[in-house]
T-cell receptor
């Protein structure tokens, strides 16, 4: 079945540094990918929609300059957390629809646990 | 705007007992609904989806859900719980024609031996 690969699975960084998270669709092309953030014991919050060949669409309240998204190809989207701070520590999950239709389910990566010290 | 509400943040059942996780939706148009499961420190796995083809949807791992328009519900059930079913379960709805998934608050399923 369709697989979304996310890397790294966990990362620890110091305050002020930047961290890049990669999301790849392994056996299908994804013109759209979604980035979610999940706080402990909470639901997933949609951060942004990554669009291949164009700018990402951010949800209200998400800082564009803080969370840089690049959708470089039909199989790769990256999320860069710039100048990370402890409050950015969270679980980040990417996802992609397998098919280009309104009701296509999303397939999720295994997530990235970011800890900022 | 579409949304889903999961009733009960925590459900505890005994092994072998019926599992019932509740989800109600709000939508002005026929919704596309999904149930996902999340194991600790992992991404989400699709259990099943409703896309108006049939009101009773069968998914993986013995789970099924029934779409009831009159009750605006899409509850998830499994006749007999296994210890391996212990996880976090999310109901979700597609938002308009954007493809975005909007998630419910999640329900933690605990299975006791």
């Amino acid at each position: 079945g369709a697989v979304v690969s996310q890397h790294p699975s966990w990362v620890i960084c110091k305050s002020g540094t930047s961290v890049k998270i990669e999301c790849r669709s392994l056996d299908f092309q994804a013109t759209t990918m979604f980035w979610y953030r999940q706080f402990p014991k909470q639901s997933l919050m949609l951060m942004a929609t990554s669009n291949e060949g164009s700018k990402a669409t951010y949800e209200q309240g998400v800082e564009k300059d803080k969370f840089l998204i690049n959708h470089a190809s039909l199989t790769l989207s990256t999320l860069t957390v710039t100048s990370a701070h402890p409050e950015d520590s969270s679980f980040y999950i990417c996802s992609a629809p397998v098919a280009e239709s309104d009701n296509s389910p999303l397939h999720f990566g295994n997530g990235t646990r970011l800890t900022v010290t | 705007a579409q949304s889903v509400t999961q009733l009960g943040s925590h459900v505890s059942v005994s092994e072998g007992a019926l599992v019932l996780l509740r989800c109600n939706y709000s939508s002005s148009v026929p919704p596309y609904l999904f149930w996902y499961v999340q194991y600790p420190n992992q991404g989400l796995q699709l259990l099943l989806k409703y896309t108006s083809a049939a009101t009773l949807v069968k998914g993986i791992n013995g789970f099924e859900a029934e779409f009831k328009k009159s009750e605006t519900s899409f509850h998830l059930t499994k006749p007999s719980a296994h210890m391996s079913d212990a996880a976090e379960y999310f109901c979700a709805v597609i938002s308009g024609n954007t493809g975005k998934l909007i998630f419910g608050q999640g329900t933690t399923l605990q299975v006791k031996p």
